[in-house]
């Protein structure tokens, strides 16, 4: 009897255990704001991307969790020293991306209710839905100027995208008057993406007086591009 009890009562602290930690990584609005506040967290919106242009938290980034290439390609850019505070639009597809996650080593923080709570609540979202895309014949007038011109389709809400930022300012210093940098919103000029067979961010192009010499999709090294600008 006394054997049972024992058993039971570890059973219950188990139990009581991970409820708790659960609770402890699954925020209210009020408190995944107040979360946000810290500078190092790393916020990861899961939606499509058609969802994400309707709007979003500031400086989330976007890996669709119904697309699994996407997903992993995307997430595998995240820094493991730092928490990640993950949404979706109900809180059901940010459980199975949290869970994949942790199971993968990453801290991670739901917003309980996903975005449709968050507003609910009169929590602020960024996306300008007024925005227009480029044109093709636009696109075309952009890479037409004489002189060498680096084009870098990619987005804010992109990893990969986001650890090219320092590459492309230190190649911007060390071959500045050299090229012209001409930035592409992949989250918005989709029409042009299609133009270009552009499938993955970031996609670079470099052009010389309007011909195309180089290409390239994902990372690239500052040594490669300095290559191919020289």
């Not at 039971?8 to 990584?25: D, F, M």
């Not at 790393?42 to 499509?48: G, K, S």
């Not at 969790?65 to 595998?76: A, I, S, Y």
Request: hydrophobic share 35%; charged share 25%; with cysteine.
């Amino acid at each position: 009897m006394t054997r049972l009890i024992l058993l039971l009562s570890i059973a219950l602290l188990t139990w009581s255990c991970q409820t708790s930690a659960q609770t402890e990584y699954r925020l209210s609005p009020a408190a995944f704001e107040e979360k946000l506040q810290d500078k190092t967290v790393q916020i990861l919106d899961v939606r499509t991307a058609g969802e994400f242009k309707s709007g979003y938290i500031d400086q989330a980034m976007q890996a669709n969790w119904l697309d699994k290439k996407e997903f992993e390609e995307r997430t595998r850019h995240l820094d493991k020293s730092r928490p990640v505070m993950i949404y979706c639009a109900s809180g059901v597809r940010s459980a199975e991306a949290a869970e994949l996650l942790r199971s993968n080593g990453y801290k991670v923080y739901e917003l309980t209710g996903g975005l449709n709570k968050w507003k609910r609540d009169g929590k602020k979202v960024t996306g300008d839905k007024s925005t227009s895309q480029m044109s093709t014949s636009e696109y075309q007038q952009l890479i037409n100027q004489p002189g060498l011109v680096l084009v870098d389709f990619g987005a804010s809400w992109c990893p990969p995208c986001r650890k090219m930022e320092p590459v492309l300012a230190q190649l911007q210093t060390e071959l500045e008057g050299k090229f012209s940098l001409q930035k592409i919103d992949g989250g918005i000029n989709t029409d042009v993406m299609k133009y270009m067979k552009v499938e993955g961010l970031p996609h670079f192009f470099v052009y010389k007086d309007g011909k195309q010499l180089w290409q390239k999709q994902g990372l690239v090294s500052l040594d490669e591009l300095k290559q191919v600008l020289q």
